[in-house]
Nanobody, 122 residues
């Protein structure tokens, strides 16, 4: 599967952005999709993940209540709705895919999109 992330940009603190991850292929609903982010000088970290059918989600503690992951399998797309953004959310956001649920480490994901930059100004 090939992934393409988009939707990043510059936003003020407290604002919102919606990221999209579009996948190629006809078996999209077989894949768990996750979002990771990497701030400058820091390691890549888990943000959120959603199961193939969309019935299960999981979030990093740092984003719970502010960020929602969802998917539309008819459009081969996963979304990351980010609200109440903070300067510390500034990072390159990546979507990734794997077969199987319940993993939050980047090494456990086989397929990656190119990343989209989110910058939150204070």
């Amino acid at each position: 599967v090939q992934l393409q992330a988009s939707g990043g940009g510059l936003v003020q603190a407290g604002g919102s952005l919606r990221l999209s991850c579009v996948a190629s292929g006809r078996t999209f609903n077989m894949y768990t999709i996750a979002w990771f982010r990497q701030a400058s000088g820091k390691e890549r970290e888990f943000v959120a993940t959603i199961s193939g059918g969309g019935g299960a989600t999981s979030y990093a503690d740092s984003v719970k209540g502010r960020i929602t992951i969802s998917r539309d399998n008819a459009k081969n797309t996963v979304y990351l709705q980010m609200n109440s953004l903070k300067p510390e959310d500034t990072a390159v956001y990546y979507c990734a895919a794997r077969i199987g649920w319940g993993r939050t480490m980047s090494l456990e994901y086989n397929y990656w999109g190119q990343g989209t930059l989110v910058t939150v100004s204070s």
